[in-house]
């Protein structure tokens, strides 16, 4: 089982539609959980971080955490073409920022 | 947020030769960085982790004496990829904790391609 597990997309929706994405994580012990943009050809960029159970919300993006069920998941409200990138899923396991374990990405293209 | 420069962009060289990729941490210290290649439509894989003034730990299957690692201050950390081959082409890039408040600072990435 890999320890980052997303739903492999590529995932596409409309314009001011909401796009939802999903990730499972195989260490009940992770603590650290983030959501990474990346254009083609760019580094990542840090979308959301999250660390307890629960909803989190930026602008238009919201995070929730289940540990229990060891699901993270990110949606975008409102999504915009420039919204149209690949997505990661990252977790950290331990309490200090050690190593990051990546999913594979999902593929999303908000057309208009 | 903070800054990780990382030098340079992009690179062609041919085989057989070496080339080297900066990280420099710009307004903190980066006693750790991450080091991660990615391929085309892959995601971003952990080749090693180096320490400030130690040896730098590499991830299995990663040659430690082709992907040369130095840490030797606060705020540079290095990625020599000795005697090229094509195979090593790639995206690769540095990451460096910032703190729990911050998370991670992405370096932009280096384009490798080897002829």
């Known amino acids: ?112 | 947020g903070a800054v990780v420069s990382q030098h340079p962009s992009w690179v062609i060289c041919k085989s057989g030769t070496s080339v080297k990729i900066e990280c420099r941490s710009l307004d903190f210290q980066a006693t750790t960085m991450f080091w991660y290649r990615q391929f085309p439509k892959q995601s971003l894989m952990l080749m090693a982790t180096s320490n400030e003034g130690s040896k730098a730990t590499y991830e299995q299957g990663v040659e430690k004496d082709k992907f040369l690692i130095n840490h030797a201050s606060l705020t540079l950390s290095t990625l020599t990829v000795t005697s090229a081959h094509p195979e090593d082409s790639s995206f690769y890039i540095c990451s460096a904790p910032e703190g729990l408040s911050y998370g991670y600072t992405f370096g932009s990435g280096t384009r490798l391609t080897v002829v």
Do not use: H
């Open chain 1, 1 to 112: 089982q890999k320890e980052v597990e997303q739903n492999s997309g590529p995932l596409s929706v409309p314009e001011g539609a909401i796009a939802s994405l999903n990730c499972t994580y195989s260490d009940r012990v992770s603590q650290s959980f983030f959501w990474y943009r990346q254009y083609s050809g760019k580094s990542p960029e840090l979308i959301m971080s999250i660390y307890s159970n629960g909803d989190k919300e930026d602008g238009r993006f919201t995070a929730q955490l289940n540990k229990a069920s060891q699901y993270v998941s990110l949606l975008i409200r409102d999504s915009q073409p420039s919204d149209s990138a690949t997505y990661l899923c990252a977790v950290n396991r331990g309490s200090t920022l050690g190593r990051l374990y990546f999913g594979r990405g999902t593929q999303l293209t908000v057309w208009p």
